[in-house]
């Protein structure tokens, strides 16, 4: 049975940070891409971040330069740090996996295994 369990959420004033976590258990981890959502009060669902099975990642333009994700894959664990964060970057935030070694993709649709998510709140 996959899981996905994101933990490390909070509230934070702006310019704060916080490392998002996300344990997986179920598949095998590093054969897939794993990414990372979120998702606003009344907007859709968009892609954050994703890194492949070798490392490689690609970002939202919107959180360039502010967010790095990371995994570990002896821990079987995904991380997002966040920082110089913005109101703007207030939501639920979801980790996410797919079956596959192409990660080049942060549409929602694609992946496959969500987690309950965590909630992210920032304050001006």
């Known amino acids: 049975q996959v899981q996905l369990v994101e933990s490390g959420g909070g509230s934070v004033q702006a310019g704060g940070s916080l490392r998002l976590s996300c344990a997986v258990s179920?598949?095998?981890?590093?054969?897939?891409?794993m990414g990372w959502f979120r998702q606003a009060p009344g907007k859709e669902r968009e892609g954050v971040a994703a890194?492949?099975?070798?490392?490689?990642?690609n970002y939202a333009d919107s959180v360039k330069g502010r967010f790095t994700i990371s995994k570990d894959n002896a821990k079987n664990t995904l991380y997002l740090q966040m920082s110089s964060l913005e109101p703007e970057d207030t939501a639920t935030y979801y980790c996410?996996?797919?079956?596959?070694?192409?990660?080049?993709?942060?549409?929602?649709?694609?992946?496959?295994?969500w987690g309950q998510g965590t909630q992210v709140t920032v304050s001006s």
């Open positions: 996410a996996a797919r079956p596959t070694t192409s990660c080049s993709t942060l549409t929602p649709a694609f992946f496959n295994y």
């Open positions: 179920g598949l095998p981890y590093n054969w897939n891409c």
């Open positions: 890194i492949d099975r070798i490392g490689v990642s």
